[in-house]
C-alpha cells in the first residue's frame, strides 16, 4: 500500500519568487514513480513533472523541478519564478504496481 | 496534442436517478482509470482497466457503480440510483499501460450533483 503526505493545505508565494510544496511518500514497491498534477478551478488535472525511484538527478521541467530525497521519502515541487496563472491546487502522488495514489493536496495563492 | 476526452462536464441529477459518463482515452493507451475526487480531497481509483478487462475495482461501490470499456477504446461508468453522497467529480485516466514509469493523463473531468 502507499500513503502520500501533503502537510501544507495552503501556502502563498510572492509572484516572480520561488515556492516549495512538500511532499512525503511511504510505500512497500521496490521501484515507483512519483508525480506532481496541477489542478485549476476548472477541475483538469495537469501532468507536471515525474521523478523515477531509481533516477540518479532530480527531475526538472521548465520552471518546476523535484527534490527527490530518496532516503528521507520526500519528493518535493519546487516552482521558480512564480506566476500568477500557477495559482492552483497541487497533488503528489505515488505509483507502484498497483495503482496511483495522491496526498490532499496544497493550495497555491500567488500574489502580485 | 491528444487528450483525454470526457462528457458531459457537468451533470446534475436528482437523488435515485440514473447517470452515465463517458470517456476516450488518448489513441493507443492501453490502460484506463475512473476516479472520484470529492470536495478538498486528492483523487481516489474507483476502477482500472487493462484493454477491455477490469484489472481493478476493489473501490468500486458495485451495488451502484457499474463500468465497462466493451471494445478496449472508450469507457462509460455509470450510477443507478445516485445518492447524495456520489456528488463529486468524476475524472477519467488514461496510460500507455500499467508500469509504475507511465504517465497517467486526465480528461477535463465530469462534475455531479445530486439534488
Known amino acids: 500500500a502507499q500513503k502520500i503526505t501533503q502537510t501544507q493545505p495552503g501556502m502563498f508565494v510572492q509572484e516572480k519568487e520561488a515556492v516549495t510544496l512538500d511532499c512525503t511518500y511511504d510505500t512497500s514497491d521496490p521501484s515507483y514513480g512519483l508525480f506532481w498534477y496541477k489542478q485549476p478551478s476548472s477541475g483538469e488535472m495537469i501532468f507536471l513533472i515525474y521523478q523515477g525511484s531509481y533516477d540518479q538527478q532530480n527531475a526538472t521541467e521548465g520552471r518546476y523541478s523535484l527534490n527527490f530525497q530518496k532516503a528521507r521519502k520526500s519528493a518535493n515541487l519546487v516552482i521558480s519564478a512564480s506566476q500568477l496563472g500557477d495559482s492552483a491546487m497541487y497533488f503528489c502522488?505515488?505509483?507502484?504496481?498497483?495503482?496511483?495514489?495522491f496526498g490532499a493536496g496544497t493550495r497555491l495563492t500567488v500574489k502580485p | 496534442e491528444a487528450e483525454v476526452a470526457q462528457s458531459p462536464r457537468y451533470k446534475i441529477t436528482e437523488k435515485s436517478q440514473a447517470v452515465a459518463f463517458w470517456c476516450d482515452p488518448i489513441?493507443?493507451?492501453?490502460?484506463l482509470y475512473w476516479y472520484r475526487q470529492i470536495l478538498g480531497q486528492g483523487p481516489e481509483l474507483l476502477v482500472q482497466f487493462q484493454d477491455e478487462s477490469v484489472v481493478d475495482d476493489s473501490q468500486l461501490p458495485k451495488d451502484r457503480f457499474s463500468a465497462e470499456r466493451l471494445k478496449g477504446v472508450d469507457s462509460t461508468l455509470k450510477i443507478q440510483p445516485a445518492e447524495l453522497g456520489d456528488s463529486a467529480m468524476y475524472l477519467c485516466?488514461?496510460?500507455?499501460?500499467?508500469?509504475?514509469?507511465?504517465?497517467?493523463?486526465f480528461g477535463p473531468g465530469t462534475r455531479l450533483t445530486v439534488l
Open positions: 485516466a488514461s496510460s500507455p499501460n500499467r508500469a509504475h514509469t507511465d504517465t497517467q493523463y
Open positions: 489513441s493507443g493507451h492501453a490502460t
Open positions: 502522488a505515488s505509483q507502484g504496481n498497483n495503482d496511483m495514489r
